[in-house]
């Protein structure tokens, strides 16, 4: 029970934790409660704006962004506990500005405002146009598609039954109306006759 040798164990300085505990999570090891998929989301709406516009000046968020970030979202904490349910999105936006952050909004936005008034969420995929799901109801009063980016990016409209299984999916919703709707207002009205059937 006799003590030898007595050393105090300095913890390492805050900006080698912070370096640290960001590796463990690029690499897959720990992973922050709060970085979602709207997170993921938000990045790639960032990414893809600055791809389809560049005169906006956006700057996305590459992978050594992502690393410093990370860094900045660990900095003060020397352990996994002390960051696991930190708020991730805060840090992430501070990326931008308030002036490039309407840009993101207005030409990138996470949900869409439609002429009938509903808000459906946008879906961003890397290699593919984004996209909105609603059913045939939902998208009564909306003859045009939707389009991003200064209007040139057409939004592809999944169009959903009122079961929620796809009917149809366009890029051109005046021709959906002229050409496909007649039909499928036909069949689907036998399977649904609860709900509204416009004439178009």
């Avoid at 059913?135 to 009564?140: A, K, S, V």
């Avoid at 991003?148 to 169009?159: D, E, F, N, Q, T």
């Amino acid at each position: 029970d006799l003590a030898l040798e007595k050393r105090r164990v300095e913890p390492p300085p805050t900006d080698a934790a912070a370096r640290l505990l960001a590796e463990e999570i690029i690499a897959g090891r720990l992973a922050l409660k709060e970085w979602d998929h709207s997170v993921e989301q938000w990045i790639l709406r960032l990414e893809l704006l600055s791809r389809w516009c560049p005169e906006l000046g956006l700057p996305p968020i590459r992978e050594d962004d992502r690393r410093l970030l990370l860094e900045q979202l660990c900095h003060g904490a020397f352990s996994y506990k002390e960051i696991k349910d930190r708020p991730v999105k805060p840090v992430i936006m501070s990326w931008l500005g308030p002036a490039q952050r309407d840009l993101l909004e207005k030409h990138a936005p996470e949900r869409l405002d439609l002429p009938n008034g509903r808000h459906p969420k946008v879906n961003y995929e890397t290699n593919a146009n984004p996209y909105i799901s609603l059913r045939i109801q939902e998208l009564f009063g909306v003859t045009q598609t939707p389009r991003l980016a200064l209007g040139r990016v057409p939004v592809l409209v999944h169009i959903l039954a009122p079961s929620m299984r796809p009917v149809q999916i366009t890029q051109d919703l005046a021709n959906f109306w002229r050409e496909h709707y007649p039909k499928i207002k036909q069949e689907l009205q036998r399977k649904y006759p609860k709900h509204e059937w416009r004439e178009i």
